[in-house]
């Protein structure tokens, strides 16, 4: 399914972002989006009842479209869980409030015209401290071994709507749920993807995923891996990973 003309009253984009007490980064992460001076975006705001001024500085970009909702969640992908029931756009792309667009992001929105097939860039990693190089970057297509070992960077992928009729953030995985969509979506024979060497975002790798662990996803990935990629994928997985264990990696 192709679709090359969107007329300028359709939304290409809808960009979800998950907030709660953002006042430190969100303009920054507004400010990004305004600079891509892309008229088809709508940007979803979904807030857990902040007690800051995140609400408040929401309301100082009347140059976007904006919608805004706060009420108390269940954590980042039950409010990304609500974007997603509410998102027009033929795309859906989800940004923290403390990331930043890069102009890559315009690259990739301005050759979006399958939408069956997922986008998706490189991101550039920022450690917001003193003791880690500033930036680090997280480029290449994804196979599906790739995707097996690794995760990729979420804020670099144009997911079509399509994908989220069929998938949802499974919020029993409290930093993955975005890993486990794409283990899914990878193997799915339905989605095409489509990698582009453009950087689509500073992803800040000082915030919530760096900071917690995820059990649960942990424990389940390897059963992921062979569900969605298949036994061959699993296998190499299994073995790459006895090989890290053998050698103290």
């Given at each position: ?14 960009i ?8 430190k ?8 989006i305004?600079?891509?001076r892309?008229?088809q ?7 857990g009842?902040?007690t800051?001024q995140?609400i408040?500085?929401?309301h100082?970009f009347p140059?976007l ?8 969640d ?42 069956d097939?997922?986008?998706?860039g ?8 003193d003791?880690?190089p ?18 990729m ?6 997911y079509?709507?399509a ?7 499974d ?5 993955f ?17 489509k ?5 689509v975002?500073?992803?800040?790798m ?12 942990k424990q ?7 569900q969605?990629l ?10 790459k ?9």
């Amino acid at each position: 399914m192709t679709d090359s003309s969107i007329s300028t009253s359709e939304k290409l984009i809808s960009i979800i972002i998950a907030t709660y007490n953002a006042e430190k980064h969100l303009a920054s992460c507004l400010r990004s989006i305004s600079e891509m001076r892309l008229p088809q975006l709508e940007i979803l705001i979904i807030d857990g009842n902040s007690t800051d001024q995140t609400i408040a500085i929401a309301h100082t970009f009347p140059q976007l479209d904006i919608q805004l909702i706060s009420e108390k969640d269940e954590g980042i992908y039950d409010a990304l869980n609500k974007g997603v029931r509410i998102a027009k756009g033929k795309w859906l792309h989800f940004l923290g409030s403390d990331d930043e667009l890069l102009p890559g992001f315009r690259d990739i929105a301005l050759q979006l015209k399958d939408t069956d097939t997922v986008y998706y860039g490189n991101s550039e990693e920022l450690y917001r401290d003193d003791f880690r190089p500033p930036y680090i970057l997280l480029k290449g297509p994804y196979s599906k071994y790739r995707l097996a070992k690794f995760p990729m960077n979420h804020q670099s992928v144009f997911y079509p709507a399509a994908v989220f009729k069929k998938y949802q953030y499974d919020q029993r995985y409290r930093v993955f749920a975005d890993y486990a969509l794409n283990l899914q979506v990878w193997g799915d024979s339905a989605f095409r993807r489509k990698h582009l060497p453009v950087s689509v975002t500073l992803y800040n790798m000082s915030g919530f995923s760096a900071m917690h662990e995820d059990k649960i996803f942990k424990q389940e990935k390897p059963r992921l891996i062979k569900q969605h990629l298949g036994r061959y994928i699993y296998w190499r997985y299994l073995l790459k990973r006895l090989k890290n264990k053998q050698s103290g990696i």
